[in-house]
């Protein structure tokens, strides 16, 4: 009995840790910026660059982009990836898409850099936009004949022409500037404008039972529920409830309950930014310039939203709620049982197996990664507690490029659309490509200058690029035989 | 007899779209005949970059996103 209620006690502290104020302030703007993006970014107008004439320079990083600005889920991610291979650029361009939209979308940076910090969010942007298209680009190279035989096929899908509309534009931008006012430690946000006191007299014991409720050990690195912290979530549990009521049918228009909602998240997200400090004659409110910051970027964000048409608005507030749905819920849950999961792991085993950044522990952490299938999102918070738990950062980050890359279901899913010599080849060269980022992220952690790095990723490229050639040549000097 | 066919794999999208078409058929009065389709092959048979597709009478009429009652309504009575 003693274990189970520690087991649980784990869930609730870490699911308490990341319902924090940090990681609101980030996570919910990016629900709503990866909403407008499926919303109100017209696909057309990235995907015009991606029919079959275009240009090698062009396609790739046009892929790139459409994986990060258009693709936050299978709903786009399927026939997009099947589009461009079929009736598009082709297999290279396809699989870049298909490869950089995990690591590339909103959601995903701007949870990693929340949870895992900014330097490693940055790591796996600029690693996943490199490996993806050199990926992309071999695949294109060792299949060359594949693509040859689409060119039949009509391209007419990607020949529309569009461009996104000034209020959309204003809407995102001033979305990226409350995420960006959210989670930026830097001064003038930082710092405390004013202070004034609430006469709350049982605020301090409210603290002490938050405490008693979910106890935490501080040596590990655990936080407790903060007074804070309770007020976030209870606050997130209304919206839960009052957008069941106003968002389950915006497509048909608003209603009471809609803006009630979306009052809720207007308040959620000033909570968080204000600093809350329980004492003995009651609640000391600091108001920061974080507070004031997103106050101003959430009038910018109103201002812009007013002049997007209906249908605009509500397809945009539609798509925020389905990711709530899609993704929240199962992140919760996610959490919850990674805090289960990491009282039952002793921290000696992850030392041993990728304490170090060598090969083996760098193919463990894609092998783990490969076999593991983890909702979105999922994948940064299990991140989270290996780093916790004594994992060096180079396998950590070779974990976090194979892990959404790589799940049985994607695997299956590429394969329908590919076949399986080509899914093979792929899978093989994500696990090689995920290793070597690992080693050089892990080489630079450990503080080896970036010329040994340079040299280390020019090595890889060549010998890749030397066994490609040799293979190609013995297929060609079979096929003349 | 119109023949309405739901592209998409079953995501959350694609079962609120076939419950809008329902709709949108039993309050216009209109007979249709509902088809799932979840193959993807069969998907990238239409010109579509995102799913859920309504397909009315094999020809697609939008895809990404939910249409209203209304413009449901207009695409069966065409």
Not at chain 1, 149 to 160: E, G, K, Y
Not at chain 1, 213 to 222: C, I, M, S
Request: aromatic share 10%.
């Amino acid at each position: 009995m003693d274990s189970f209620l520690r087991l649980m006690n784990g869930g609730a502290g870490n699911l308490a840790a990341y319902l924090a104020a940090h990681v609101l302030l980030c996570l919910l703007p990016a629900f709503f910026i990866a909403g407008a993006m499926t919303a109100l970014i017209p696909k057309a107008s990235i995907t015009r660059w991606l029919g079959r004439s275009a240009p090698c320079r062009v396609s790739y990083p046009a892929a790139a982009a459409a994986g990060s600005l258009l693709a936050v889920c299978s709903c786009t991610i399927v026939p997009l990836f099947a589009g461009i291979y079929k009736k598009g650029a082709g297999l290279g361009p396809a699989i870049t898409f298909l490869f950089f939209a995990p690591a590339g979308n909103i959601l995903a940076l701007a949870y990693t850099g929340s949870i895992l910090g900014a330097e490693f969010a940055l790591a796996r942007l600029v690693l996943c936009l490199l490996f993806g298209m050199g990926i992309g680009m071999l695949m294109a190279v060792l299949f060359w004949r594949d693509d040859a035989s689409h060119d039949a096929q009509t391209d007419a899908l990607f020949s529309v022409q569009a461009s996104i509309g000034p209020a959309a534009t204003g809407v995102l931008l001033s979305l990226v500037a409350v995420l960006i006012a959210g989670t930026l430690k830097l001064w003038p946000l930082t710092a405390t404008v004013g202070t004034f006191n609430l006469p709350i007299p049982w605020v301090e014991a409210w603290q002490a039972t938050l405490f008693e409720w979910v106890p935490f050990d501080a040596a590990q690195g655990e936080e407790g529920v903060s007074v804070q912290g309770s007020l976030l979530i209870v606050l997130l549990l209304l919206i839960g409830l009052t957008a069941w009521q106003g968002l389950e049918d915006i497509v048909e228009g608003a209603n009471r309950w809609t803006w009630v909602a979306l009052g809720l998240t207007v308040a959620t997200l000033l909570v968080a930014a204000i600093k809350l400090t329980p004492g003995a004659d009651g609640l000391e409110v600091a108001l920061t310039g974080r507070a004031l910051a997103v106050g101003l970027a959430l009038w910018a964000v109103l201002h812009q939203a007013r002049r997007l048409d209906a249908d605009a608005w509500r397809a945009w507030l539609w798509e925020v709620w389905r990711f709530v749905k899609q993704i929240f819920v199962l992140l919760v849950a996610g959490v919850f049982v990674v805090g289960v999961v990491r009282q039952l792991i002793q921290p000696q085993w992850i030392h041993d197996l990728a304490g170090r950044n060598d090969l083996l522990a760098n193919a463990v952490a894609v092998v783990f990664g490969v076999f593991m299938y983890f909702p979105t999102l999922v994948e940064v918070p299990v991140a989270h507690m290996f780093l916790d738990l004594g994992m060096h950062r180079g396998p950590l980050l070779a974990y976090l490029m194979a892990d959404p890359e790589l799940s049985l279901q994607s695997i299956l899913m590429v394969a329908s659309v590919i076949g399986r010599p080509k899914t093979f080849a792929y899978v093989g060269l994500v696990a090689a490509f995920s290793i070597a980022a690992g080693l050089m992220y892990g080489a630079w952690v450990d503080g080896v200058g970036g010329v040994w790095i340079a040299i280390g990723l020019a090595a890889f490229v060549g010998s890749l690029v030397a066994l490609l050639g040799w293979l190609l040549g013995r297929r060609q000097a079979l096929a003349h035989a | 007899m119109k023949t309405v066919k739901i592209l998409g794999s079953g995501c959350a999208n694609c079962r609120k779209l076939e419950a809008a078409a329902r709709e949108a058929a039993s309050s216009a009065g209109v007979e249709a005949d509902f088809v799932k389709v979840s193959d993807l092959k069969a998907i990238m048979a239409y010109d579509l970059l995102a799913t859920p597709g309504l397909v009315i009478d094999d020809k697609l009429v939008s895809s990404g996103r939910i249409p209203t009652q209304a413009e449901i309504r207009q695409w069966l009575a065409g």
